[in-house]
């Protein structure tokens, strides 16, 4: 079992799944780009709909895109999460402190909240931003000698076991 869980967690594996999906290197790296972009937001709950629905009206791929929402996960969410605060509090000019909870009524909360949300929300707007960018021409690049790869592999079979140049990746 542990095995399992190991390699389900492993770039090797995404990116092999990521392979399987047959699309083209830029459509796949855009969809993941938009899923790590996502994945920086403080949305907990909402990433994955979120990124698939946009990846939806963008013609990214959906997959790699709620994929890319990966990057927060059960041993990451906490730390992009404080990282996304303490980065918009640097934007802001803003002391990082956690403020005063004020439970005394539901607006009270509210605005307690944005002392939180509003930095955390910048923040991950930026880290989104750069690590989308990153993601994507690394992603694009990885995926574009994997094309070759399978191009070159399929040049090279038997006249017999060849399959049409289409059928092998867009």
Request: with cysteine; charged share 20%; glycine share 8%.
């Given at each position: 079992?542990?095995?399992?869980?190991?390699?389900?967690?492993?770039?090797?594996?995404?990116?092999?799944?990521?392979?399987?999906?047959?699309?083209?290197?830029?459509?796949?790296?855009?969809?993941?780009?938009?899923?790590?972009?996502i994945?920086?937001?403080?949305?907990?709950?909402?990433?994955?709909?979120?990124?698939?629905?946009?990846?939806?009206?963008?013609?990214?791929?959906?997959?790699?895109?709620?994929?890319?929402?990966?990057?927060?996960?059960?041993?990451t969410?906490?730390?992009?999460?404080?990282?996304?605060?303490?980065?918009?509090?640097?934007?802001?000019?803003?002391?990082?402190?956690?403020?005063?909870?004020?439970?005394?009524?539901?607006?009270?909360?509210?605005?307690?909240?944005?002392?939180?949300?509003?930095?955390?929300f910048?923040?991950?707007?930026?880290?989104?931003?750069?690590?989308?960018?990153?993601?994507?021409?690394?992603?694009?690049?990885?995926?574009?000698?994997?094309?070759?790869?399978?191009?070159?592999?399929?040049?090279?079979?038997?006249?017999?076991?060849?399959?049409?140049?289409?059928?092998?990746?867009?």
């Amino acid at each position: 079992m542990g095995e399992k869980l190991k390699k389900a967690l492993s770039f090797r594996f995404y990116l092999k799944k990521l392979t399987e999906l047959r699309e083209s290197p830029d459509k796949l790296a855009r969809g993941l780009a938009l899923g790590v972009f996502i994945g920086f937001l403080p949305i907990i709950g909402f990433q994955v709909i979120t990124a698939v629905t946009i990846a939806l009206f963008t013609r990214a791929n959906k997959v790699a895109a709620a994929v890319g929402t990966h990057v927060t996960n059960p041993w990451t969410t906490i730390p992009i999460l404080i990282l996304d605060y303490y980065v918009g509090c640097f934007v802001l000019r803003k002391h990082a402190c956690v403020p005063h909870i004020d439970f005394s009524s539901f607006g009270a909360l509210l605005n307690s909240g944005k002392e939180i949300l509003i930095p955390m929300f910048i923040g991950g707007v930026i880290l989104g931003s750069i690590f989308s960018v990153l993601s994507y021409f690394g992603m694009k690049k990885l995926l574009q000698k994997k094309v070759r790869e399978v191009k070159d592999y399929v040049k090279h079979l038997p006249e017999g076991e060849k399959v049409a140049e289409g059928d092998v990746w867009q």
